[in-house]
Nanobody
Framework: QVQLVETGGGSVQPGDSLRLSCTAS????????MAWFRQAQGKEREFVAA????????RYADPVKGRFTVSRNNAKKVVYLQMDSLQPEDTAVYFC??????????????????WGQGTQVTVSS
C-alpha cells in the first residue's frame, strides 16, 4: 500500500537547522511531484515547498524562501526539506505529499493524492 513516512522533526532553538525526510513506498515515486506542507495549531494547512519528478524545478512559499531547500533522491525514494534559520513561526506539523502530475509544482493541497502522517517541528527559545 501507499506510504509516506516523515522523519527528522524535533525541538530546536531559533536560528537552528533541521532536515526532514519523507520516505515513499507503494507507488511510482519517480513519476510524482512531491511537496511539503505544514499546519500550525489552530491554523489551516499551508504550502511550504514542492519539487517536480526530476528535481530540476522547485517552488517555495514566500515565508520560507532563502531559508528552506527541497530536494529528492529518486533512487532512494526520499524527498527532503532542509530548514535553516528556523524561527518560532515555523513551528508546525510538517507533512509530505505526492502529486501524480509529476511536472507541476502546485500549492493547493487538493492537488495531492497521497499524504504522510506528519512530523512535529517546534522552534522555541
Amino acid at each position: 500500500q501507499v506510504q509516506l513516512v516523515e522523519t527528522g522533526g524535533g525541538s530546536v532553538q531559533p536560528g537552528d537547522s533541521l532536515r526532514l525526510s519523507c520516505t515513499a513506498s507503494g507507488f511510482k515515486f519517480n513519476n510524482y511531484a512531491m511537496a511539503w506542507f505544514r499546519q500550525a495549531q489552530g491554523k489551516e494547512r499551508e504550502f511550504v515547498a514542492a519539487v517536480i519528478w526530476s528535481g530540476s524545478s522547485t517552488r517555495y512559499a514566500d515565508p520560507v524562501k532563502g531559508r528552506f531547500t527541497v530536494s529528492r533522491n529518486n533512487a532512494k525514494k526520499v524527498v527532503y526539506l532542509q530548514m535553516d534559520s528556523l524561527q518560532p513561526e515555523d513551528t508546525a506539523v510538517y507533512f509530505c505529499a505526492a502529486d501524480m502530475n509529476g511536472s507541476a509544482v502546485r500549492e493547493s493541497a487538493e492537488e495531492y493524492e497521497f499524504w504522510g502522517q506528519g512530523t512535529q517541528v517546534t522552534v522555541s527559545s
